[in-house]
């Protein structure tokens, strides 16, 4: 009697060690699948590297950002918050909120901001965009009432 309330005892815990195996293989699979869908999503952290001036929906000019100028833009699965460090210019830029993406649209809808962007917000709190979304790179880009490109904030993946 003893030998077999062991042996059931010893293939339950193995059982249960199998289990572990499959759910920990599981897991794994998951992050995997959630890794590669990051990176054609925007979660994540972005630097403007440039911009584009378009007339009559083609880009006509391209610049890129001046030297010691940073801005940086954060994503999660709903919230976005930005900042922009222009040196030769005292005035904070920052702001927070949420986002919707849509087919090829980007609604910021921000909460608050620094002092200037509080101003900005007050008068227009959502921020839409046309947006090309590319695996580690994107581009958010100005449309005018008309639904012509007016220009874009060019982003690359930095995490």
């Known amino acids: ?4 309330l062991y042996l059931l005892c010893m293939t339950l815990v193995l059982m249960s060690c199998k289990n572990e195996t499959k759910s ?3 897991e ?3 992050e995997d699948t959630n890794a590669i869908e990051l990176q054609t999503s925007l ?3 972005w630097e403007l590297v440039g911009f584009y001036n378009y007339n009559e929906n083609k880009v006509v000019d391209t610049f890129d950002t001046a030297d010691g100028y940073r801005q940086v833009k954060l994503y999660t699965s709903s919230k ?3 900042s922009k460090d222009v040196p030769k210019d005292s005035t904070e830029w920052f ?3 949420s986002y919707k993406l849509k087919d090829n649209t980007l609604t910021e809808i921000l909460d608050y901001g620094s002092e200037m962007m509080s101003k900005i917000i ?3 709190k959502a921020f839409v965009y046309e947006i090309d979304l590319e695996e580690n790179t994107f581009s958010q880009i100005e449309i005018d009432e008309d639904g012509n490109r007016i220009y874009s904030e060019n982003y690359k993946r930095i995490e």
């Open 1 to 4: 009697m003893k030998t077999l």
């Open 28 to 30: 794994s699979s998951t």
């Open 122 to 124: 007050q008068e227009k």
């Open 24 to 26: 920990f293989q599981a």
């Open 43 to 45: 979660i994540g952290a």
């Open 80 to 82: 976005v918050m930005w």
């Open 95 to 97: 702001g927070y909120g």
